[in-house]
């Protein structure tokens, strides 16, 4: 790589990324060291398998730094049609794993497709916004972008593998950030609260709550004498729905008897605004009653035939509707045990009780971060979460330090993917998170979490070094 290429590289990130790597490894080390086995040199021990992907990273980072930046922008559609690809050829030939048929096995080697797919739909994603004339404003330009990361997400999500579906989702942060409208983000936190109650309380309550909601805003927005005939045609409807219900004996769900007074409700309040000028944003608030509608209905759907059933004990037992602690609750039991008795400085390197004898399944991948707390203690459980924070502060300041949108948009996107990573993981081992399955960047093992991670990284760093260009 020429001398003045050397000088533009962000060595800041650089350094962050030797440190975690570097401290990852050393706690995949202590979650498989074996006293009475010392050997280091031996391809079963994931360690030693752990530093061999290390080695093919610093190669491939090689490799992405002397190609030049205008590939990753030209070939970005073709790498995503490969992934997307490679994605659908997993679901009919993979190897299933843990109830995923997410992995490619070629002997001792296994790969996970989705870590390139995160890649390759970040730069497809950056395309498309850096296209001349892009708007979020214009439906087309909206749904070309959605289509991007829905494909991925729905072909991972027929994988079985809900936890790197919902890593996708995180890509409306970017486009908040290049001129989405922030409705579309509080309609994110409501689908979220919306969903989260559906697994909590009736849907009827919920559907309930939300005509409430909406009547209530329409009723501060001065609709107060056209807010009378809408409820009591709800109040007629429901008060014969209950009737029928006793009379003939039948088993409907309240939900289903409140659902024909909000529509003929709906309907009146319609037509209403097409006669009065000044209800014309009227239809803005109907829609957004019958998305919540729909999305109370369609989450209970999902919840109950989608998920898996060990995936439904997990988010029960997080949300406090199960208790199962020798079951799906283990994990989580014995992730609290090993982080609380690390205390404020750690048991001390290879000292963990609960990391030695095998406690935490997964120890090394999905809930890596037991071993830190039990072994460095809260010293080294926050040293961690700083040098995270320092890369996700580090890589929005680049970002935002580019003449290229295209850059722009991959630097954002890549902070995001890293931090969705890093906050679900840390919030599965001290229960704010279901388990779902998501390695914590740089830390969990595994070649090819630590190569996506790493290309994702390296290949914002390539375009960094032409961050005063037009790079189209």
Request: charged share 15%; net charge neutral; glycine share 8%.
């Amino acid at each position: 790589m020429p001398n003045s290429q050397t000088k533009k590289i962000d060595w800041v990130v650089v350094l962050l990324y030797a440190l975690l790597v570097g401290f990852g490894w050393l706690n995949i080390y202590a979650a498989n060291f074996n006293p009475e086995n010392p050997v280091f040199f031996d391809t079963k021990f994931e360690y030693f398998k752990q530093l061999m992907w290390i080695g093919f990273s610093l190669f491939f980072i090689g490799v992405i730094l002397i190609t030049d930046s205008k590939f990753y922008v030209e070939f970005s559609y073709i790498f995503y049609g490969i992934t997307i690809f490679l994605l659908i050829l997993v679901l009919l030939l993979g190897k299933e794993v843990n109830g995923a048929k997410s992995w490619f096995e070629i002997g001792p080697v296994r790969f996970q497709p989705v870590e390139l797919c995160k890649l390759s739909t970040t730069l497809a994603v950056s395309r498309a916004i850096s296209r001349y004339g892009f708007s979020f404003d214009k439906v087309s330009d909206l749904l070309k972008v959605a289509g991007i990361i829905l494909l991925p997400m729905l072909i991972i999500i027929l994988q079985n593998d809900t936890g790197s579906a919902l890593v996708f989702a995180v890509f409306i942060l970017v486009f908040y950030r290049e001129g989405l409208s922030p409705y579309f983000l509080v309609f994110g936190l409501i689908a979220a609260i919306v969903t989260t109650l559906t697994l909590m309380v009736p849907n009827s309550t919920i559907i309930g709550l939300i005509a409430f909601g909406v009547f209530a805003v329409l009723y501060l927005k001065g609709l107060r004498n056209e807010l009378i005939k809408p409820a009591l045609i709800i109040l007629i409807a429901f008060g014969l729905g209950y009737l029928l219900r006793r009379v003939l004996e039948k088993d409907w769900q309240t939900e289903l008897i409140l659902l024909p007074g909000l529509l003929g409700a709906s309907i009146f309040l319609l037509a209403t605004s097409f006669v009065k000028r000044r209800l014309k944003k009227l239809p803005v608030y109907i829609l957004i009653l019958w998305s919540a509608i729909i999305l109370t209905l369609s989450a209970d759907y999902f919840f109950e035939s989608v998920l898996s059933e060990y995936q439904r004990t997990r988010i029960n037992v997080v949300l406090g509707l199960e208790s199962d602690p020798l079951g799906a609750g283990w994990n989580l039991t014995q992730s609290k045990i090993a982080i609380g008795s690390g205390g404020f400085m750690g048991k001390g390197f290879l000292e963990g009780t609960q990391t030695k004898f095998d406690f935490v399944p997964e120890q090394s991948t999905d809930f890596i971060f037991c071993t830190v707390g039990e072994e460095w203690g809260f010293v080294g459980s926050i040293s961690v979460v700083i040098l995270f924070l320092a890369l996700f502060l580090r890589l929005i300041y680049l970002a935002e330090q580019q003449h290229s949108t295209f850059s722009r948009v991959y630097g954002y996107g890549v902070a995001a993917i890293f931090f969705f990573h890093f906050a679900i993981n840390m919030g599965m081992t001290i229960g704010l998170a279901p388990v779902i399955g998501i390695p914590l960047p740089f830390f969990s093992y595994g070649g090819s979490s630590l190569w996506g991670f790493t290309l994702l990284l390296f290949v914002f760093l390539k375009l960094d070094t032409n961050r005063n260009e037009l790079i189209r």
